[in-house]
């Protein structure tokens, strides 16, 4: 029993956290495109900003950006609903195991997008230089596989949990 009340505990804690995700997936990607200046010192994508950046590409930059971090925040609210579910005591059971499964899927749809939006800003960022200086960059970083490999590493491990809750649920069938 113990053991379960530190689940709880932990559960209630990461969930404030993964709430924080939410919010920073929502509200951060808005307020950098608002500010080229904020954008241009803390972007990874600097390297390609014109000296001025049209209203029209903070705009689209900016629902781009939005875009991918709505990714994120369907992939946090499978974590969420998952520490829900340790937070109440409900280990082994199908909800935790589709939650888990999401949020594989999840990192897995993150990966891949990111890929595709980075590509995405690049090209919003550039369109306006001269003839030959536009850029398509098409990228994919060590961050982008490594959450790949890790989002099927959850996949996997909701599997297993299936497979826990299905030898669970044929053990308290037996007598």
């Known amino acids: 029993m113990r053991n379960l009340d530190h689940i709880r505990r932990l559960s209630h804690a990461l969930r404030l956290v993964v709430a924080l995700g939410i919010v920073a997936f929502i509200a ?3 307020l950098l495109w608002s500010e080229p200046a904020w954008l241009r010192t803390t972007s990874t994508l600097s390297e390609h900003m014109p000296a001025t950046l049209a209203v029209w590409q903070q705009w689209v ?18 974590l969420w609903r998952l520490f829900g579910l340790y937070g109440q005591g409900r280990i082994f059971e ?30 919003i960022l550039t ?9 398509l960059e098409i990228t994919v970083d060590h961050g982008q596989v490594s959450t790949l ?16 809750r299905l030898l669970r649920e044929e053990q308290a069938t037996i007598i």
Do not use: C, H, K
């Open 28 to 30: 951060v990607p808005p």
């Open 61 to 78: 930059g900016g629902a781009v950006a939005t875009a991918g971090g709505l990714v994120g925040v369907w992939m946090l609210s499978a």
């Open 94 to 123: 199908r909800e935790n195991v589709l939650a888990l499964r999401q949020f594989g899927l999840g990192l897995i749809a993150y990966a891949l997008t990111s890929v595709v939006l980075t590509t995405l800003l690049v090209l």
């Open 127 to 135: 369109i306006t230089a001269p003839v030959g200086q536009r850029i």
């Open 149 to 164: 490999i890790l989002g099927s590493v959850f996949m996997v491990i909701g599997r297993v949990m299936d497979e826990g």
